[in-house]
Nanobody, 123 residues
């Protein structure tokens, strides 16, 4: 069982920056693809960004490309999401997730989820 814990959410103004962190409990952290998803009120949970096992490959949904950066530190068992030029439409609960076998955007392919951290961007 892998436990994931997000931190770093908050209330910010449009144009501000914020960095989310997600710490994992497992000693086999580098065996997992890590992803960030978000869920806005009344909407489905959507893929935001993903990073491969060693961090060499990343993937982003189009709406965050050039503004968000995902990275991981396998020694610290932590994945990060650096967010800049935040917009009100980035508001939502941000979840980190771990996928054992696939470098994927599909929500159903992720095996473990954190509890989420709220990000609110005010205009």
């Amino acid at each position: 069982q892998v436990q994931l814990g997000e931190s770093g959410g908050g209330f910010v103004q449009a144009g501000d920056s914020l960095t989310l962190s997600c710490a994992a409990s497992t000693d086999t952290f580098n065996a997992f693809v890590m992803g960030w998803f978000r869920q806005a009120p009344g909407k489905e949970r959507e893929f935001v960004a993903g990073v491969s096992w060693g961090g060499e490959n990343t993937d982003y949904t189009d709406s965050v490309k050039g503004r968000f950066t995902i990275s991981r530190d396998n020694a610290k068992k932590t994945v990060y999401l650096q967010m800049s030029s935040l917009k009100p439409e980035d508001t939502g609960v941000y979840y980190c997730a771990a996928a054992f076998q696939l470098f994927t955007r599909r929500r159903d392919d992720y095996d473990y989820w954190g509890q989420g951290t709220q990000v609110t961007v005010s205009s």
